[in-house]
């Protein structure tokens, strides 16, 4: 059974950082394409970066310049480092993982097997 388990988020002030790491565990084959998701209260979920098992990343607009996302292959790990925060970026965040390249899962998000139950974070003012 896989597992995903997210944790480092928090409260923070607006400029602020914070890093989010995610573990899994059971199978190892199903990290080959990894992905931060986040949804706000009252909105849909969306992208905020994905990661390849080779490295190759993408990000969403909003994300890029500030986030960085990063993997750990020999110990199934997924980080998320977050900086220059704002309180637009409050929303709780999730990692996912599946056995397909990311291009797959950009079509649809929805389509990653596996989740984490999320980390909330809050951007003050």
């Known amino acids: 059974q896989v597992q995903l388990v997210e944790s480092g988020g928090g409260s923070v002030q607006s400029g602020g950082s914070l890093r989010l790491s995610c573990a899994v565990y059971?199978?190892?084959?199903?990290?080959?394409?990894m992905g931060w998701f986040r949804q706000a209260p009252g909105k849909g979920r969306e992208e905020v970066a994905t990661?390849?098992?080779?490295?190759?990343?993408r990000y969403a607009d909003s994300a890029k310049g500030r986030f960085t996302i990063s993997r750990d292959n020999a110990k199934n790990t997924l980080s998320l480092e977050m900086n220059t925060l704002k309180p637009e970026d409050t929303a709780m965040y999730y990692c996912?993982?599946?056995?397909?390249?990311?291009?797959?899962?950009?079509?649809?998000?929805?389509?990653?097997?596996?989740w984490g139950q999320g980390t909330q974070v809050t951007v003050s003012s």
């Open positions: 059971g199978y190892t084959y199903v990290t080959y394409c």
């Open positions: 990661i390849e098992s080779d490295g190759n990343t």
């Open positions: 996912a993982s599946g056995p397909r390249g990311c291009d797959y899962y950009t079509k649809a998000y929805s389509a990653f097997p596996y």
